[in-house]
């Protein structure tokens, strides 16, 4: 219909009803740009802002799960101290709080990353739609460099597999049962972290297996040593991930 217009005034030489036509063609090309632009701009805008929430709520759940390995291995290291002590001959236990105290100095805690949405955001390409500075550079260096720290307490050491050979199968599965951590535990439930091991434990059932278990601990020559060296490296990976648990405290500063 404008361009209909326009001829027609074209035709009768209408220059100023073909200006005016002109400049409404122009008028509207330039709003529907416009409205393009703001629509585009809503939608990245949006889209940055549920990214946002999103890796702000991965690295909150990651926080957790720092906390929790920490106190876990700190854990480890204490019982693991309280059981050297009593193979050293420095203290004294029954056979079933020996048996609970060596098992639970072999055991570790893992629980995987959560990194959906960081994945997601590089895949994407959207990395620059997170604009919190610190947020975003937390994520790059946690997520790209954490897994060996938090990884080191998945790998089997030679404690761990040596507690495993003096004790009978059906013993080690209610020392897993019965005085484990709780596998249960829901991720951002800071409370449950406060005593992961460190609970009271009784193995019903089992008396001639603790007793068997029991000397062959007390007996082991290789024993000592191995859980020395647990409990330093369980030590040392629980300082190690201190480093990441600032950077995720640091990355977040900016958010409510």
Known sequence: ????????ALKDQNWLAVGIEFVIVVLGIVIGFQVNSWSEHRTAEARALSLTESLVADLRDEQWRIVATQNYLNE????GNQTLAVLEGRAELDDEQLV?????????????????????????????????????????????????????????????????????PALH????????EDISIAVGDFDALEAMLDFPCEIDGHDAAITRAAALIRNSDVLIPYLRRRIIEAGQNASSIVYFKDLLEEGLINQP
């Open 1 to 8: 219909m404008i361009l209909a217009r326009i001829a027609r």
């Open 76 to 79: 480890v290291v204490t019982v």
């Open 100 to 168: 609970i105290g060596a098992f639970r100095s072999s055991q570790y805690y893992w629980s995987g990353v959560i990194r959906v949405t960081y994945d997601e955001v590089v895949a994407t390409g959207a990395i620059n739609l997170i604009r919190d500075d610190p947020l975003r550079e937390a994520a790059v260096e946690y997520f790209n460099s954490s897994a060996a720290a938090l990884l080191a307490e998945f790998e089997s050491g030679p404690y761990r597999e040596t507690f495993r050979t003096l004790v009978d």
């Open 173 to 180: 599965e209610a020392l897993v049962r019965s005085c484990g």
